[in-house]
């Protein structure tokens, strides 16, 4: 019999959510934009990025339509 301290558990790669229909969550934005983790929050700190818009369940995230709005340029 193994004990506690030689029993390994294996376990599943954990998903990273990217984007939905109707969210996109910072792993998206980042592949969106392809930047890394620290650009997205530098760019979120001065303002490049609008603020996030979507908190479901404690996940926050824009909507692509955030997003859109703040690629155009400003008229």
Sequence with gaps: MKSNTETTIERRPKRTLTGGTVS????????????????????????RLPPRDINLGGK????????????????
């Design 24 to 47: 996109v969550w910072p792993k998206g934005v980042e592949e969106r934009y392809g930047i890394s983790s620290v650009t997205r929050w530098r760019w979120e700190k001065s303002g």
């Design 60 to 75: 926050t995230g824009w909507r692509p339509e955030t997003l859109a709005a703040a690629e155009r340029p400003a008229v």
